[in-house]
Every structure is written in structure tokens, then in C-alpha cells.
């Protein structure tokens, strides 16, 4: 799309200069497999309540032997429509759906129904997937995922944030059938969530934002620097919207030092009040924490940021 920055829901999680906060569903405990689907809804409320920017939902088709994280996940539209339901303000977001495993009228048709729902506070995020065991299910090869994220993106775009038609042979034309019902607001922000097999460059030239995992800060950086210059070269004058996943154990010390976990950080308050001012010093525009404790309740701990955290980057 031209400027995404006119579209509401993009504009509420990623403004230049600010760091904005959200969550990956579910919400587990650190050994919990099998969480309660519909509590999740109630900790999507809350994040609403609480004033986060954004919820956002995975696509996890299978689990598998090849997949660490034996997590259960809804499947990710049935999510959405609840969270649509169940919130009022919040963004929802896709993190991401494999979009190589999914046929691209469906992901488009998915898309435009639950910019509706939510009455346009969604944003598309698309990823590639990465284990072969998922794919092979589905008649596909992992080695072709990447030409077929290219293929669907373009399809998808094309659909979303066109006139929504499509003709026989797949391809987005001006011809044959049409995706109904329309965005709501002229059309819908697709973010790139990981590389995705694609170079930065094209992530740069297609991509509203980027979406990555989290890495220790001196990584980190590297890695947003390369994201600024290609976006830079596509427009001198774009900012680049960049987000960071976040796996959090807030301990109840607050000045306990801050640790590295796999994706993220075990920390106290100061140590992740640290973290996150050079994280937005660095140009990251929105963290999506991932909060995994055995200790203290999810409830708790979003009480915690947001009397405590968040207003150190209002």
C-alpha cells in the first residue's frame, strides 16, 4: 500500500520515534502445553483494557517431532474472530501465517473478513514457515516455500489492497471474480514476519514492516541497520517500522540484572526499562512480548507494565 501510515491500525503500533507494546497468544506458564484456549480471550481483554497496541496470533497447523515448542494454538482465523469479538480497541495481528501453506484467495478472503470484524484494526502478517515436517503433510516441499511466499504475497496484495478481483488462472487481474467484502479502510498493511527466505531488499520493497525474533542488543542492531538502509535506498523519506518478538520472565525483584534467555530476557523491572530505552534508541517501534513464568501470573506481570514500564515511552 502507498502510505500505511494513514491506516489507523498500523499508525496505533508503529509511529516513528515511539515504542509501542503487545502480546503473543497464547499466554503460558513455561511448561504448559496445553493452555486454556478460552482464557486467552481474557487476557486479550485485559490487554485492551490495560491499553496495549496489539495482540497477536500464530498459525501453527501441526505440531510435530520437528517443532521444540509443543504448545497448542487455535487455528488462527477462528482466533481472530473471537479476539474481533471480544476487544475493542487493540490491533490484531497475525505472527505470521505461513502463507506457502495456505492458498492465497483464502488468506486474502481470511483477511478482508476479519478486517471487518474487528472493524479494521487488523494487520497481515505473512511468514514462510520453517519445518519440514509441516510441510510435507500438505503435498508441499520446505526448498520451494520461499518462491511460493514471493507468489502469494504478490496475489494476496493484489486482492487486499486492489480492487479485489481475481481471475482463473490465480493471478490478480481486473478480470472474473472479486474478494468481498472490501478493507474497510481502502486496504490492509501486510507486514514481514522473519526473512522468510527473501532478501532484505525485498522485504524492504514489498513489506509495510518487518517483524523479527529477538536477539541480544549488539545483534539486534546489526540487524536493524541493514533494515534502514535498504529501506532508506527503496525511499529516503519511509521510516522504518521494525518489530521485535520479546520471551519475558519479569521477576518480582525489580532490580534483579537482567539475563539472557532463548528469545528474550529474564529480568527485573529496571534491567527491562533498560533494555527496551535502547531497543527504541536503536529505531524498533514495537515490542511483542512473549511472557512465559512459572512465578507470577500473566495478569500480574501486564499490571506491572503498565503502571510501571510503559509509561517510561509515553
Not at 228 to 255: C, G, I, M
Request: hydrophobic fraction near 40%.
Amino acid at each position: 500500500m502507498e502510505n500505511p501510515r494513514q491506516h489507523p491500525a498500523f499508525e496505533a503500533v508503529f509511529k516513528p520515534g515511539k515504542l509501542s507494546f503487545g502480546f503473543v497468544l497464547p499466554l503460558t506458564r513455561t511448561a504448559e502445553t496445553r493452555p486454556d484456549l478460552r482464557a486467552q480471550l481474557d487476557f486479550a481483554r485485559l490487554a485492551d483494557r490495560l491499553g496495549f497496541s496489539a495482540v497477536w496470533v500464530r498459525d501453527v497447523p501441526l505440531n510435530s517431532p520437528d517443532y521444540p515448542d509443543p504448545v497448542e494454538h487455535m487455528d488462527p482465523w477462528v482466533h481472530l474472530g473471537a479476539l474481533s469479538a471480544a476487544t475493542d480497541r487493540i490491533t490484531l495481528v497475525t505472527g505470521a501465517i505461513v502463507s506457502p501453506l495456505r492458498h492465497f484467495i483464502h488468506t486474502a478472503k481470511g483477511a478482508a473478513s476479519v478486517d471487518h470484524m474487528s472493524k479494521g484494526r487488523f494487520l497481515l502478517g505473512l511468514g514462510s514457515g520453517d519445518r519440514p515436517g509441516e510441510f510435507r503433510p500438505f503435498g508441499q516441499e520446505l526448498s520451494d516455500a520461499a518462491e511460493r511466499f514471493r507468489e502469494n504475497w504478490e496475489r494476496i496484495s493484489g486482492l487486499l489492497n486492489n480492487d479485489g478481483r481475481t481471475d482463473p488462472s490465480g493471478a490478480t487481474a481486473n478480470t472474473g471474480s472479486e474478494i468481498r467484502p472490501r478493507p474497510m479502510h481502502g486496504s490492509i498493511p501486510m507486514l514481514a514476519v522473519g526473512s522468510a527466505g527473501q532478501t532484505i531488499g525485498w522485504i524492504a520493497r514489498n513489506a509495510c514492516a518487518w517483524a523479527t525474533y529477538y536477539r541480544p542488543l549488539a545483534r539486534q542492531r546489526d540487524r536493524y541497520a541493514i533494515w534502514r538502509a535498504a529501506v532508506q535506498k527503496v525511499d529516503p523519506t519511509k521510516s522504518p517500522a521494525f518489530a521485535s518478538s520479546l520471551r519475558l520472565q519479569l521477576e518480582d525483584n525489580n532490580r534483579a540484572p537482567a539475563q539472557q534467555l532463548d528469545l528474550g530476557l529474564r529480568a527485573g523491572r529496571d534491567g527491562l526499562i533498560e533494555e527496551l530505552l535502547a531497543l527504541r534508541e536503536m529505531g524498533a517501534q514495537h515490542i511483542m512480548f512473549n511472557l512465559t513464568s512459572d512465578k507470577r501470573p500473566a495478569e500480574e506481570v501486564m499490571q506491572e507494565l503498565v503502571s510501571d514500564v510503559i509509561p517510561q515511552f509515553s
